[in-house]
């Protein structure tokens, strides 16, 4: 089996990436997200919070309409008396694209300011969200 083989490739279930790979078989923490659309720009956003990371700390992937976003919280070592209560360790998250959605990686603009990773990546087409919903609603 090839180590070069995506996740979306049939037959194959061995993740390329060895980071992820440790994480996944790791204790991992979900970190909070929000998540929103701009109907006025079709964009969807995802905000996580991701207090005291750098830009090079948390990794990113797409793979097939899922985005995938994964780390490590270091643990602070402070001398004396301390009470913790932030989430430290491992971390990952996934969030699938809306039904529909043509972007490409290219497409999700990433950004990190003071703690919060914002995710955006353009939202489905007019057509498929009505064709959704006529779907669910059974009309």
Known sequence: MSQS??????????????????????????????????????????????????KEDIHTSWDDGEIMVWGETPDVEEGGYSVGERNIGAFCRCLRTPPGTKASRKDVKISLKNGLLTLTFPGAPETVLKKTTKNLLGH
């Open 5 to 54: 083989a995506s996740r979306s490739t049939p037959g194959y279930t061995i993740d390329p990436n060895p980071i992820l790979s440790r994480l996944v078989l790791a204790k991992t923490f979900l970190t909070f997200m929000d998540v929103s659309e701009d109907r006025a720009t079709n964009t969807v956003s995802a905000i996580l919070e991701l207090p005291g990371l750098k």
